[in-house]
């Protein structure tokens, strides 16, 4: 039963993800996003989705082509718009489809890191002054003017990784790790989208960034990885 | 005639020139990477990036927006859209991004460096000013930019506005105020743009030995000591040299209050093991911040309860995830939050407590030190850590949130020997590094 969180497909591994989800998606700027999972999920044509993603800037075909086909209703960033005149977040959100939240990368990764680890909240001393603090729960703590930031949870991680082991234990290379260690703590199911899969004891522990206790699912990955 | 404006690889290395050695820089942004990029290696200087890593070394993002918040970055260069005479920045013009918040991605650069420089154009294609009196765009930053480097001028930001202190070569101070949209003083120092990077290489973090790595531990100073319970992953060759300074009236911060003693795991006949209790019989211990602070067994009460019943130390007693998420608060730049644990017990007597959907929470505080001892089995001369096994422990947690961190490793390698997918802790959380000495055991 070693193998049990290894699943033959992404679409296998992304098929019961419902309309309405909220989808926690690693990768930094595009780079390293999970590009399988991603595509089968855009093509199982869910609607309704809370995308919750680094910027989707540059490389993310598949963040792009799951916006494109409609299945995302809001998107929670720190950077949501591209900038550029064929964004199609910015089309949707024009349209009035689409809801978009920005929120500074720092503290965005902060609220999912404290979603996974239980902290109703945190107080960080980002954005004071600024529209992130508009209207937002404030106070002094030690002297310093703090936001309030709530947990931010989601239904499913979506995440790439250079190596897992049957348990579910993921080594990443280089950047990759991004935002990872927080989205999959966050998420009720993690998907992680792989290079390559080894036997349970197949990864030196020092190397493992990511406990098989978060990972749920495992795919093998049939794309190159993006960056 | 129409005076030439620096071109970006210019202003790059103007603001490289502020980037000195050793440092460790946050930037992003066109300019900014590229005055990353013109500082040599031997510099020794961290680069934080957006993309997610940090020099050579990878870091979440968690872990990089904590870097900033916790105060671990000593310039963040940023690529600004404009900015105002108090300091005050925006990221992008507004026609760009659309919406009432556009994007957020410099906010982070801007609130926890210690110094923030921006660097921009002057002046926009239609020559309208990008240095004004009040933004025109989403701001940012409040109030955090000191230093803005155009293509034509350096300004120091002043609590009463802007002081041109450098020009770009050939220009006037006369002709930098006629493009720029507020109101400039001029320094008396007025020259030349500087392109020079600082001279030389960072200080090397790797003293000879224990009592020279701690020299300057005061007395009263707050100090976070690793180790789980038992005897191993604890930094026994700076306590005993702890001990042997003698710095009294301290604060200690650790998972026990000094156990390995009692418990005795594997402790070769006749010899005791080295744990706090070091410190605690030789009266240096006024105080324990511990999850386990009592010895396991109460026929052998530990060096530490016997001071505790004695009425010689005092003791703030924090449950052991409590205690790690405090430790991790305190050098990730979080105030304060919400946890769970200890609701509704005599943890929670004095504290706020919030519901919070449904659930009990009571708020904590972040921990800070003045020194960390800690323990590691490999680091380079750059300060980066690898553990091994268990007794990483506490450590990642307690490296970043102290002043000082000490840390005691087994070899000491150069630059690039680690495999950076192993570095648990960067270098940037180490301040001072020993080999422990051939034969030091932990016991004695």
Redesign the interface.
Same mark, same amino acid.
Request: aromatic content about 10%; hydrophobic content about 30%; cysteine-free.
């Given at each position: 039963m070693a193998f049990s969180k290894l699943y033959d497909s992404a679409q296998a591994a992304v098929a019961d993800i419902p309309d309405g989800a909220t989808i926690l998606v690693g990768g930094v700027s595009g780079v390293n996003a999970p590009e399988g999972l991603l595509s089968a999920l855009a093509d199982r044509g869910v609607r309704d989705l809370t995308c919750v993603c680094d910027s989707n800037y540059y490389g993310a075909e598949a963040l792009h082509r799951l916006v494109s086909a409609g299945c995302v209703s809001r998107i929670i960033s720190p950077a949501p718009f591209t900038g550029r005149s064929d964004d199609p977040v910015h089309e949707l959100w024009r349209a009035g489809t689409m809801t978009v939240d920005v929120v500074p990368w720092g503290t965005l990764a902060e609220r999912m890191r404290s979603a996974g680890a239980g902290i109703g909240g945190v107080f960080l001393p980002v954005g004071i002054g600024t529209r992130f603090a508009e209207g937002r729960e404030t106070r002094m703590v030690n002297g310093v003017e703090c936001v309030f930031e709530a947990p931010l949870r989601g239904d499913f991680a979506l995440i790439r990784a250079a190596c897992a082991d049957g348990v579910g234990n993921l080594a990443y290379e280089g950047p990759q790790r991004g935002w990872n260690s927080a989205v999959v703590s966050a998420a009720r199911v993690a998907i992680a989208e792989v290079d390559q899969v080894v036997e349970p004891g197949g990864i030196d522990p020092e190397l493992v960034i990511t406990p098989g206790i978060f990972v749920n699912r495992i795919v093998q990955s049939s794309s190159v990885p993006v960056g | 005639m129409t005076l030439e404006r620096l071109d970006a690889q210019s202003v790059a290395r103007r603001a490289a020139a502020e980037i000195a050695p050793g440092s460790v820089v946050a930037v992003s942004g066109a300019w900014a990477v590229a005055a990353a990029d013109l500082v040599p290696e031997e510099k020794g200087v961290w680069f934080l990036r957006?993309?997610? &890593?940090l020099s050579d070394l990878?870091?979440?993002?968690?872990d $990089?927006?904590?870097a900033?918040?916790g105060g671990h970055v000593d310039l963040s260069i940023l690529t600004a859209a404009q900015v105002d005479s108090h300091g005050?920045f925006a990221g !992008?013009h507004a026609a760009? =991004?659309?919406?009432? %918040?556009?994007?957020?991605?410099l906010?982070?650069l801007a609130?926890?460096a210690r110094r923030v420089i921006a660097a921009l154009p002057h002046i926009r294609e239609d020559g309208t000013p990008n240095v004004v009196s009040a933004l025109s765009f #989403? %701001?940012?930053?409040?109030?955090c930019v000191d230093t803005i480097i155009t293509d034509v001028a350096v300004f120091r930001v002043a609590d009463d506005g802007l002081i041109l202190t450098e020009v770009a070569p050939g220009w006037s101070a006369e002709e930098v105020r006629a493009i720029t949209g507020a109101p400039v003083s001029v320094s008396p120092n007025l020259r030349d743009m500087d392109f020079d990077l600082p001279p030389g290489r960072p200080p090397s973090k790797v003293y000879a030995d224990g009592p020279g790595a701690i020299a300057d531990l005061p007395d009263g100073a707050t100090v976070f000591i690793d180790g789980f319970g038992g005897p191993g992953g604890m930094a026994h060759y700076l306590l005993v040299s702890l001990r042997d300074r003698g710095s009294r009236n301290l604060t200690i911060v650790s998972n026990t209050a000094g156990i390995a003693r009692v418990v005795s795991f594997g402790t070769p006949p006749g010899r005791t093991a080295i744990d706090h209790s070091v410190l605690v019989e030789n009266g240096q211990v006024a105080k324990a911040i511990a999850s386990f602070p009592v010895s396991p067994s109460v026929s052998r009460p530990s060096e530490f309860e016997l001071a505790y019943r004695r009425g010689e130390v005092d003791l703030e007693l924090v449950p052991q995830g409590t205690l790690a @998420?405090r430790l991790r608060?305190g050098g $990730?730049?979080?105030?304060?939050? =919400? &946890? #769970?644990t200890g609701a509704g017990t005599l943890i929670a007597e004095g504290k706020e407590s919030?519901v919070?959907?449904g659930?009990e !929470?009571i708020l904590e505080?972040?921990l800070r030190a003045d020194f960390a001892l800690i323990r590691a089995h490999q680091a380079d001369t750059r300060g980066n850590l690898?553990?091994?096994?268990t007794s990483r422990n506490f450590n990642a947690v307690m490296a970043p949130a102290a002043r000082v961190t000490v840390v005691e490793v087994d070899e000491i390698v150069q630059p690039g020997e680690l495999? #950076? @997918?192993?570095v648990?802790t960067p270098g940037i959380f180490v301040q001072r590094i020993v080999r422990r000495p051939d034969g030091f055991t932990g016991y004695e």
């Open positions: - | 957006a993309g997610g &890593t990878p870091i979440n993002a968690a $990089a927006g904590a900033l918040r005050s !992008y760009d =991004y659309p919406g009432p %918040q556009g994007h957020a991605g906010v982070d609130s926890g #989403p %701001q940012d930053g409040a109030r @998420e608060a $990730a730049g979080i105030e304060a939050f =919400y &946890t #769970p919030r919070i959907d659930r !929470y505080h972040g690898v553990y091994r096994g495999d #950076p @997918e192993a648990v």
